[in-house]
């Protein structure tokens, strides 16, 4: 039995409320059509399903998805695959496109105004407790364990935060705690982060996770609306002002993630650069890899497309269909083509007499005949063209492509019709 199993009383009376409207501007191409939450990731899932999973796992059955920069993907995503939450089990599902409900020239300021501009949908459901979550990270975590720490301790506001090396907090928003976990400050981006009573060494690193209680949480979004100098946001405005006039608490991941017998490690990643994202994909190619994706206790769902399974075909010398240390989606045929350390989504396909080692391939991809490929991410529906040979010359490749720090290339069907 899941802790959620054991523990669903608070959960049952909690909304999720997943904010999905980011660009993620950093990952750049990959997000040209879609929002960073509606980026795939893993072979069969996109990002957003991490959180959306975690709240289902947690018992929450009322969750609502607020979306605004190119939003189509990410809701024809949504609508296909988390609709099945049903309302005649009190059960609700809400997609909440940024729609000017509030003024006619009022699209989401804020990720509290997004919030704020849904309150009468929120209200028609009377849920005691809200949960707040980002929707662009990739982690599994049981939100039961953190209400119950927010009502037991009686906080107005629960924060969700990381603990990490403390120079390592500079891109994050940082508490500073005593040692009750209690908030003292909150901190956006820290040139010298706060360290942690009793651990100088590490920080307190806000993970964008935040339980209210409803009703509080209604005035403090009604104010801050009200407030024409306020830019509208949990991290900059609504928890320094809980922190300075109420009770704000830090929950720490680690007393709530989800691990497997597999994981060694509590597992939370940002994957907003193309280095992040790669590397996070092909880390699941390991033998043991940090995140279980495996884990029938706590599985992600998601939309799953009907596909035929996956195929490798050719047994010659030269011309072998074979993958090692790879992950290879349904509907992939993998003929006559070399795979190692690479993670292919769903309905990619490969051509005879090509190599392609750390790559991360995404849907309905087609790879040409005597192609080499090392360290990529390829976009969905590129077509490779034969004999075409990417990480081998760094000058080459920067001049046709995205090439990274790292030298990961990202490789769009633009970039291909222009070489």
């Known amino acids: 039995m899941t802790p959620a199993q054991r523990n669903s009383r608070l959960s049952r009376d909690t909304?999720?409320?997943?904010?999905?409207?980011?660009?993620?501007?950093?990952?750049?191409?990959?997000?040209?059509?879609?929002?960073?939450?509606?980026?795939?990731?893993?072979?069969?899932?996109?990002?957003?399903?991490?959180?959306?999973?975690?709240?289902?796992?947690?018992?929450?059955?009322r969750i609502g998805v607020a979306t605004q920069y190119k939003a189509h993907s990410l809701i024809r995503h949504l609508t296909r695959g988390w609709t099945f939450l049903r309302a005649e089990r009190n059960e609700s599902f809400d997609i909440l496109p940024a729609s000017q409900r509030v003024s006619e020239d009022a699209w989401y300021s804020g990720t509290a105004d997004a919030v704020f501009q849904n309150i009468d949908i929120v209200e028609s459901y009377a849920p005691r407790y809200m949960v707040v979550l980002a929707g662009d990270h990739i982690y599994k975590m049981d939100y039961e364990v953190m209400l119950q720490q927010h009502v037991e301790s009686g906080a107005d506001v629960t924060l969700g935060c990381?603990?990490?090396?403390?120079?390592?907090?500079?891109?994050?928003?940082?508490?500073?705690?005593?040692?009750?976990?209690?908030?003292?400050?909150?901190?956006?981006?820290?040139?010298?982060?706060?360290?942690?009573?009793?651990?100088?060494?590490?920080a307190l690193a806000s993970m964008g996770i935040y339980v209210f209680n409803t009703h509080y949480l209604f005035e403090l979004l009604k104010r801050d609306a009200a407030d024409p100098a306020s830019d509208h946001d949990f991290g900059k405005n609504l928890v320094p002002y809980v922190v300075a006039h109420g009770k704000a608490v830090a929950h720490r991941f680690s007393a709530s993630c989800v691990k497997s017998h597999e994981e060694a490690e509590a597992y939370w990643r940002d994957v907003g650069t193309v280095d992040a994202y790669w590397e996070s994909n092909i880390d699941l190619t390991a033998v043991t890899p940090a995140l279980d994706l495996y884990d029938t206790e706590w599985p992600i769902w998601t939309y799953s497309e009907l596909v035929a399974p996956a195929k490798f075909v050719h047994d010659e010398a030269t011309r072998r269909g074979h993958a090692i240390?790879?992950?290879?989606?349904?509907?992939?045929?993998?003929?006559?083509?070399?795979?190692?350390?690479?993670?292919?989504?769903t309905g990619v396909r490969t051509s005879s007499y090509s190599q392609i080692e750390e790559a991360?391939?995404?849907?309905h991809a087609r790879i040409g005949r005597h192609v080499r490929l090392k360290k990529v991410v390829i976009d969905r529906g590129v077509v490779v063209p034969e004999g075409l040979v990417v990480g081998e010359d760094a000058a080459l490749d920067a001049s046709r492509f995205r090439r990274t720090e790292r030298g990961v290339c990202l490789i769009?069907?633009?970039?291909?019709?222009?070489?």
């Open 15 to 61: 909304m999720a409320f997943v904010l999905a409207g980011g660009r993620g501007s950093r990952l750049l191409e990959l997000t040209d059509r879609r929002a960073k939450p509606g980026v795939y990731f893993g072979g069969k899932t996109r990002i957003i399903d991490f959180a959306l999973s975690n709240a289902l796992n947690s018992g929450i059955r």
């Open 162 to 202: 990381l603990e990490v090396p403390r120079m390592e907090a500079t891109g994050f928003g940082v508490m500073h705690v005593d040692e009750n976990d209690i908030i003292k400050n909150f901190i956006e981006k820290p040139a010298d982060p706060p360290g942690v009573p009793g651990r100088p060494e590490l």
């Open 325 to 345: 240390s790879s992950l290879v989606s349904g509907g992939c045929i993998v003929s006559g083509t070399e795979l190692r350390q690479s993670l292919l989504f």
């Open 360 to 363: 991360v391939i995404l849907p």
């Open 412 to 419: 769009t069907q633009a970039m291909i019709d222009a070489m």
